[in-house]
């Protein structure tokens, strides 16, 4: 395992393969990850993401960034056998991830996000390049929290539950 991260540099390599064509959104952040986390794990996972991009394989629904961090997030925590108790830390920083998203956007639904908007254009790119940025950011700070990995920050303190609950409805 990584004894150091640099949430920026992930963020950007992230952000550089959507930007670049390489990857769709959650393409990007599972192989972004993949590689800082696991890099064990060849690149067949990053199959696994295929289709999730423009909201369930162009539906428009679930934006496909919050997909792919919590995709990223099974990977690492996710259980392996049968009625692992894993699902359940796991189903909570899955969780912790919408409620990021949500937070920010307001919406997951990529239709509402896009609406008015020509898929590829300057204003889609710009908006779904912060999209897979924010993503793979708070899906790295919450590993690197959850492993206690040094990132340039220093240790990610854990949150606690109080805390997030004040975070989201504070007045």
Do not use: W
């Amino acid at each position: 395992m990584v004894d150091k991260i640099n949430i920026s540099e992930i963020r950007k390599t992230a952000e550089n393969y959507y930007k670049n064509g390489d990857f769709y959104c959650s393409e990007s952040i599972i192989k972004t990850l993949k590689d800082v986390f696991k890099p064990e794990i060849g690149d067949e996972v990053v199959a696994l993401a295929s289709g999730f991009p423009v909201g369930m394989g162009n539906a428009g629904c679930t934006c496909g960034a919050v997909v792919g961090a919590q995709m990223s997030l099974g990977l690492i925590f996710g259980r392996q056998k049968a009625k692992g108790k894993e699902v359940e830390k796991t189903m909570e920083l899955s969780k912790e991830i919408h409620d990021i998203f949500k937070n920010d956007n307001k919406t997951l639904c990529c239709r509402i996000l896009t609406k008015d908007m020509k898929l590829g254009s300057k204003v889609h790119m710009t908006q779904c390049v912060k999209f897979t940025g924010d993503m793979t950011e708070a899906a790295a700070k919450i590993i690197a929290r959850e492993l206690s990995i040094e990132t340039e920050e220093g240790i990610i303190e854990p949150i606690k539950k109080k805390q997030l609950f004040s975070k989201f409805f504070r007045k």
